[in-house]
């Protein structure tokens, strides 16, 4: 069975130990993450994270439903049609052409964040697959640091 | 009411109708000791080992089917609890464990005896809390014993700091649970149960793989049932003896690493398995590729991940057994004709007359087998079995005549050295009424022989038959076929003089080396009622067999020491 990328959503209760209890999980069972975000929902005593998996079939199911079995875990979403965007902020010396990094980040829906005495921040939202291809243009302007947020995803 | 964490503690037992506490006291679980004290409803057993606590609880949940209780204290209690956590957790057993913690305040600054409980028992409970407010105490102790007993079984541990047993607040035990997100499926889809019956109907060599699962769902009564108006062959795991009882002409044995010739061709031969509350486990499929090649598979399960985890399930139930069951034997009782398999059967029971589960007796040395079957001959089905881990587990399971569930008691999933003789005091004090042994090695049994002075003091009178072969066995006979008869640190020629150890401890000890001496010994041991030792010399030698080797297709068994099967 061939590996596949999924996004996987997992509603949680937020509570302190939720986060390890999931970590864990993965650690502990021997399955992948590429990344993972986590933050509360607005108005709730609710989590959501969004996690970015890769295994082969029935890893995956078994990843979904040892996931729900966590007493927290209020839904798994393995996701098929949806919008994932990930965030990147990128530092770049001072001495490259300003205008060159705008331009290149408002081609990846973004701009320049901040901007300093000996340095430049570029921001960028898009889907993964595109912030993969600003990471490669990036490179010409020897970016001091790159930080990536980790995939968001929502069912369409 | 107000009152103090340790005295809601204390209350919340009483309201789970706990009769029995095993434990052991330590400074940061001292306050909930203090309640204890002044109470009188349940007991508390003095154990002289947290791990023995833990096994203890465990053993008296399995006998009886209700929540066993531990306590613990903080750091070193709570390490030492932890194979007892991982035993119950590999085989699904309902406990409860409280463990004291150092004070909040303490908390993350490597206090005395502070360890991160909650931490290092994540992967082996199915829940656990720390309680940060004396607030959140009666529901957390409320949701403990409802999520430890509903659902797939397991443990569940409560870590309470010390500030918060001495905090008083009010107390109302909860009358029920709500766990938004905590509902197991219980039911079953009945469109997938209509698929089954078909599937059962259309099928020409249908088997019962039996597992500990129907045991925690009480189903027994309905396997033998659905077995018997279909005249369906069954097999059981380790986990599951006594499930279909040894006298079933439709039971063809335990199945797996050890399992007898016919259990293990009926698996590769079936067309279709009907698993009920059993999970594939490596021991029991042997190779996946080679596994049941023919078979489509129905399988019932409350753990909706231990379908299609490791073979593919071409009809899934995720229900409670005794609930499919029920819809099973209603439908299946006006349409199905018990002659239907007779051919199946009859295959079967010819494996059984070519390869029988056999040994050889000797005049000269003890078998260890024959041992089983004359504990079996003696006590039957009145007694409870426990067993440590190793050949002599295997051979239990072999030998002895199991006939109903809960009558046999052992770490099926985690392989515990060192769990039979605390899970016996446990299951003694469930089941006062019922004879226990303990069938063990020499060398598990030291692995938890501290627990002698336990049962002493409580008289809870333990039979601990120790079969002794000076090895450890199942280690030497792997390095026997497997390794060249390099016994690496497997002999275990130096040992302590049992029959003086058990007396040193206030119990009664034996020395038997031939079948008389054995026959009077277990029945001196069992009108002197106390704990005992009989310390067993058996064939140093002697092999469980058939075997299959770890990796290799279940058909493929070693079944004599010079005789594999084709």
């Known amino acids: 069975m061939a590996d596949v990328r999924r996004v996987i959503s997992i509603l949680v209760e937020n509570e302190s130990s939720v986060l390890s209890r999931i970590s864990g999980l993965f650690a502990g069972r021997g399955y992948n993450i590429e990344t993972l975000t986590v933050a509360p929902i607005p108005n709730s005593n609710h989590s959501r994270m969004t996690i970015v998996t890769k295994g082969n079939k029935r890893v995956i199911e078994q990843i979904t439903k040892q996931l729900h079995k966590l007493i927290p875990v209020y839904k798994v979403v393995e996701h098929d049609k949806m919008v994932e965007k990930e965030m990147v902020l990128a530092k770049f010396p001072i001495d490259k052409n300003l205008s060159d990094i705008q331009a290149l980040c408002q081609a990846y829906n973004g701009g320049i964040a901040n901007v300093g005495k000996d340095m430049i921040i570029g921001m960028v939202t898009d889907e993964p697959c595109r912030v993969k291809h600003f990471l490669e243009a990036t490179e010409r302007y020897n970016p001091i640091e790159i930080v990536c947020s980790g995939v968001v995803a929502i069912e369409r | ?566």
């Open chain 2, 1 to 566: 009411m107000k009152m103090n964490g340790a005295r809601m503690v204390c209350e919340a037992l009483i309201a789970e109708g706990v009769k029995t506490v095993f434990g052991y006291p330590g400074g940061a679980i001292m306050n909930v000791y203090d309640e204890l004290y002044k109470q009188d409803r349940f007991e508390h057993i003095l154990n002289r080992h947290e791990q023995a606590s833990v096994h203890a609880a465990d053993g008296y949940a399995r006998a009886t089917g209700e929540v066993g209780v531990a306590m613990v204290t903080s750091g070193p209690g709570f390490t030492n609890a932890v194979t007892g956590l991982a035993t119950a957790y590999m085989d699904s057993i309902p406990l409860v464990v409280i463990s004291g913690q150092v004070p909040l305040s303490l908390i993350g600054t490597d206090g005395f005896q502070e360890i991160d409980a909650v931490g290092i028992s994540r992967p082996c409970t199915k829940h656990n809390y720390l309680v940060k407010d004396i607030k959140d105490l009666p529901r957390v102790l409320k949701e403990a014993f409802h999520i430890a007993r509903t659902g797939r079984p397991g443990p569940v541990l409560i870590d309470i700091p010390k500030d918060i047993t001495a905090e008083v607040g009010e107390f109302k035990y909860p009358d029920s649970v709500n766990i938004p997100s905590y509902k197991p499926t219980t039911k079953g889809n009945n469109r997938q149960i209509e698929k089954a019956i078909d599937a059962i109907l259309k099928s020409k060599k249908p088997l019962l793989y039996i597992g500990g699962g129907v045991v925690l769902s009480n189903a027994s009564d309905l396997v033998r049932k659905l077995a018997k108006i279909g005249g369906i062959p069954a097999v059981e795991t380790l986990m599951a003896r006594g499930v279909m009882g040894h006298n079933n002409p439709l039971l063809q044995g335990m199945l797996g690493m050890h399992g007898n010739y016919s259990s293990n061709m009926a698996m590769s031969e079936t067309d279709l398995i009907i698993a009920l509350g059993a999970r594939f486990d490596d021991r029991v499929t042997g190779k996946l590729s080679e596994f049941a090649k023919y078979a489509d598979i129905i399988h019932v399960d409350i753990d909706p991940a231990n379908i299609s985890k490791l073979v593919n399930v071409n009809y899934p139930i995720v229900a409670d057994i005794s609930i499919v069951l029920e819809k099973l034997i209603n439908k299946l009782e006006d349409k199905i004709d018990s002659n239907r398999y007779s051919n199946w059967r009859e295959v079967l029971n010819r494996y059984n007359e070519i390869h029988p589960l056999s040994y050889k007796d000797s005049d000269t040395t003890l078998k260890p087998q024959w041992i089983i079957e004359r504990v079996g001959e003696l006590l039957g089905k009145d007694a409870i079995i426990t067993s440590d881990v190793g050949q002599h587990q295997m051979w239990t399971a072999q030998f002895y005549p199991f006939d109903r569930p809960r009558q046999w008691i052992n770490s099926g999933g985690l392989g515990t050295m060192g769990y039979g003789f605390p899970s016996a005091i446990g299951a003694k004090k469930g089941c006062p009424d019922k004879t226990v042994i303990n069938i063990t090695g020499d060398g598990s049994i030291l692995m938890n022989v501290q627990e002698l002075v336990t049962a002493s003091e409580y008289n809870i009178p333990v039979i601990n038959i120790i079969l002794n072969n000076h090895f450890l066995g199942m280690v030497r006979q792997w390095q026997s076929f497997f390794y060249e008869d390099r016994f690496s640190e497997t002999d275990l020629s130096y040992q302590p003089n049992f029959k003086a150890l058990a007396e040193a401890c206030g119990g009664i000890g034996y020395d038997v080396t031939t079948k008389e001496e054995f026959d009077t010994a277990l029945t001196d041991a069992i009108k002197k009622d106390r704990v005992a030792f009989i310390n067993v010399a058996i064939d140093r030698f002697e092999n469980v067999l058939p075997m299959v080797p770890a990796g290799g297709a279940l058909y493929n068994m070693i079944l004599s020491d010079n005789k594999e099967s084709e």
